[in-house]
């Protein structure tokens, strides 16, 4: 007769212990504080390569316009005309060189029916910007220019059009770039900085550069070249308006005075050094060439 051994007492079953359960939990949150800034970095490195090819896009439209206007070169500003004529405000006359037209917005009320928002005029942030149009009239978003064009680029008094044949140091003399806008500030209606289509440096308390790619900033300058431009000196300014509460990091302007401070050029009509006015080392780029070229009221 056959005898069978005695059955096995099941074996007991363990669970993880808590220091067991610590330490996984620990290496899970080892990895992930790796992998996060990791991806953010990747991120915000992707978001900065389509800043600058929709600069260089926006550059070669420039281009091309100055070659079919004897050289002359659309104006930053709206004030060109008191009429309101906006067709050679730089943000509607590349229009024609980058495909974009009005199609669509012909039942549009006020500026919203002269001008197209196109994301390639753009830097991708504005893509997270909330308030596509759903109205007749501009929306925040749609007034927003994350874009801004250098207000020097003019001939002062009277204000008129700058010639590309002016620049002297054109691969150094700043055309368009990212400027201040709804990303510092978020949601807000005619917002004094963002709506601006102009930006500068010398004038501390008017509209500066956005230092939006990880305290960079992307420049197309006036020979068509785009660049991030980082290592550059900043200062902290206040925003104009009413987020004057609301400081942001910014560049220095581009002249110091004799004691070595940086300073403003206070006649449009002298060059800086008769002004006692020097270029400052810790602004590399150009804004502006007086008398020739600065804005219209410094």
């Excluded at 200062?235 to 002249?255: A, D, F, L, P």
Aim: hydrophobic letters at 40%; a positive charge.
């Amino acid at each position: 007769m056959k005898t069978h051994p005695p059955p096995r007492s099941p074996r007991p079953l363990h669970g993880f212990t808590l220091i067991e359960l610590l330490v996984v939990i620990g290496i899970i949150t080892l990895l992930l504080s790796m992998l996060i800034p990791a991806l953010s970095l990747a991120r915000d490195s992707s978001r900065s390569v389509k800043c600058l090819s929709n600069l260089r896009q926006v550059g070669l439209a420039f281009q091309m316009y100055a070659a079919e206007q004897r050289q002359y070169l659309p104006f930053p500003t709206t004030t060109l005309f008191s009429s309101g004529d906006q067709r050679f405000l730089w943000f509607n006359a590349i229009d024609q060189y980058l495909g974009s037209n009005l199609k669509g917005q012909e039942l549009r009320t006020g500026v919203a029916g002269q001008r197209a928002y196109k994301t390639f005029k753009q830097c991708i942030v504005w893509e997270l910007f909330e308030g596509d149009a759903t109205t007749p009239a501009q929306t925040n978003k749609e007034a927003a220019r994350t874009y801004k064009m250098n207000v020097h680029l003019m001939r002062p008094s009277p204000a008129g059009h700058a010639k590309i044949t002016d620049v002297e140091r054109s691969s150094e003399f700043v055309m368009v770039g990212d400027g201040v806008s709804l990303d510092y500030t978020g949601d807000q209606a005619n917002q004094t900085e963002s709506v601006a289509f102009y930006f500068e440096v010398n004038d501390v308390v008017d509209v500066g550069p956005a230092l939006r790619h990880r305290g960079a900033a992307n420049i197309v300058f006036v020979d068509g070249h785009a660049a991030t431009m980082n290592e550059i000196k900043t200062i902290t300014k206040q925003m104009k308006g009413k987020n004057n509460k609301i400081q942001i990091r910014t560049w220095e302007s581009e002249y110091i005075n004799a004691s070595g401070a940086p300073a403003k050029l206070n006649d449009p009509l002298k060059s800086a050094e008769a002004q006692g006015l020097r270029r400052n080392p810790n602004m590399p780029l150009v804004w502006s060439y007086p008398p020739k070229l600065y804005r219209d009221k410094p």
